[in-house]
């Protein structure tokens, strides 16, 4: 037994408290709150090791979610690998903006482009359990990160019955019949030699998922060029960009025929999603 005590430790981590707190309980299986009512009591030599190598390892960068195995998005707790990008808060407007477009659609089509860990897809597939959704990724490993968190979040018997995961490069592997109500993505888009992908938790996430080792734009050309074929008429693209990318990626999609579209702003005031409907929707 060791003469540490939660509370000490906690006191002399280099790490900021919230992330010394995250990375404890992971270490403990405890709650918040049994480290305020067991704050002082001794713990075995194992978990204070264990405490002390994630702390050294946050400490050289490596991102919590990554630590802990986990990360919450759109009120799930998914499960996260090096292997898939880290869900990121802003990324929940692009769930929102999709669930928002399928309002008053029976048993909709949604397809989710480069699922990564499946984040957008099963967000969606849980807020709406009679949607069909397929998700796409290039990534054997990614798909495979994916398809456990929807196994763990989602019910087995939900109405629109279990995700459907394809591996391949944008619609190039789906069934050619295949038309969707939404499609939606969150691709590449950091532009090669930015110095961003240097930086924080980019460093230890899959590059391929962010950078199209171009102009950023790479991605994004491809996913509205094939769209106009994938959805129904009236039917809806919804992607995520960069900070900087609203304007072109709305040129984009005036020049590929959309109609209605806009960019919309996340929290922090940055227009972070863009979309657009392609075609007259069908009455009823």
């Known amino acids: 037994m060791s003469e540490l005590t939660a509370d000490v430790l906690l006191r002399a981590s280099p790490l900021p408290a919230l992330e010394a707190r995250i990375l404890l309980m992971h270490v403990l299986g405890w709650r918040r709150t049994q480290l305020i009512t067991r704050g002082d009591e001794a713990l075995d030599a194992a978990p204070v090791a264990a405490f002390r190598a994630l702390e050294a390892r946050r400490v050289a960068g490596e ?30 407007l692009l769930v929102e903006t999709a669930l928002a477009a ?9 397809l989710d482009l480069g699922t990564g860990s499946g984040a957008i897809a099963v967000a969606i597939a849980s807020a709406r359990p009679d949607a069909r959704v397929w998700a796409v990724d290039r990534s054997e490993a990614a798909l495979a990160v994916a398809a456990r968190n929807a196994a763990k979040l989602l019910d087995a018997h939900r109405p629109g019955g279990a995700l459907s995961f394809v591996a391949g490069s944008w619609y190039d592997t789906l069934d050619a ?8 993505s969150n691709p590449p888009y950091i532009a090669n030699g930015d110095p961003h992908l240097d930086q924080g938790d980019l460093r230890f996430e899959p590059r391929g998922a962010l950078t199209d080792e171009a102009d950023g734009l790479t991605c994004l050309r491809a ?9 129904v008429a009236g039917g809806v693209l919804w992607m995520e960009h960069g900070y900087d990318q609203a304007a072109a990626v709305r040129a984009l999609l005036d020049a590929r025929g959309f109609a ?11 227009e972070r999603i863009s ?3 392609f075609g007259t929707r069908r009455p009823g």
């Open 275 to 277: 979309g657009g409907r």
């Open 260 to 270: 209605e579209v806009r960019s919309e702003q996340d929290l922090a005031g940055i």
């Open 63 to 92: 991102p919590i979610a990554q630590l802990v195995g986990a990360r919450e998005f759109f009120g799930l707790d998914f499960d996260v690998t090096p292997d898939v990008l880290i869900p990121r808060p802003e990324t929940e």
């Open 223 to 231: 996913i509205v060029d094939g769209a106009p074929a994938r959805l």
């Open 177 to 184: 019949a295949l038309r969707f109500e939404v499609i939606v």
């Open 102 to 110: 399928l309002e008053g659609i029976a048993q909709p089509r949604v």
